[in-house]
C-alpha cells in the first residue's frame, strides 16, 4: 500500500512475484479530497481466498476501483512490513508518518465489518 501525494490516492499494489526488484502492478486506488488536512486515515486491506478478491478501504469506504481479482493468491515468504517495502536489493520506499495501529485478522472480513472498526 503507497500514498501518492499527485493524485491524492491510496494504491494497493502488488507484485508479479515475491522476489526483489519484481515487476508490480496497481490492483486498487482510492482517491481522497484534494488537501485533506485530516488527523490520518483509517486503512484496510481485505483478501478473500474463496473468492479471489482484494479490496481497499480507506476510512472505511471502498470502490468499485478499489476492488481487484488476484487469482491464485501466493503466501508472503516473511513477516508482515510496515513503513517500507523491498525495492530493488534492499528496503525503500518509507512511509512518511507515523502508524498509530496495526490490526490483522484470521479470514475476509465484510464491508460492513470493516466499516465497524473505527
Known sequence: MR????????QLVVPHED?????????SQVVTLHGSQSAGHRLAV?????????????????????????????????ALQ???AMSGDGWGEY????VDEIRAYRGALTDRGVLLLG
Open 46 to 78: 481485505v483478501y478473500d481466498d474463496a473468492t479471489d478478491r482484494i479490496k481497499l478501504y480507506v476510512d472505511g469506504v471502498t470502490n468499485a476501483g478499489a476492488t481487484a481479482v488476484l487469482p491464485d493468491g501466493r503466501p508472503g515468504s516473511g
Open 82 to 84: 510496515v513503513g517500507r
Open 95 to 98: 512511509l512518511h508518518g507515523d
Open 19 to 27: 522476489a526483489a526488484g519484481a515487476p508490480e502492478r496497481v490492483v
Open 3 to 10: 500514498y501518492v501525494p499527485a493524485l491524492h490516492a491510496w
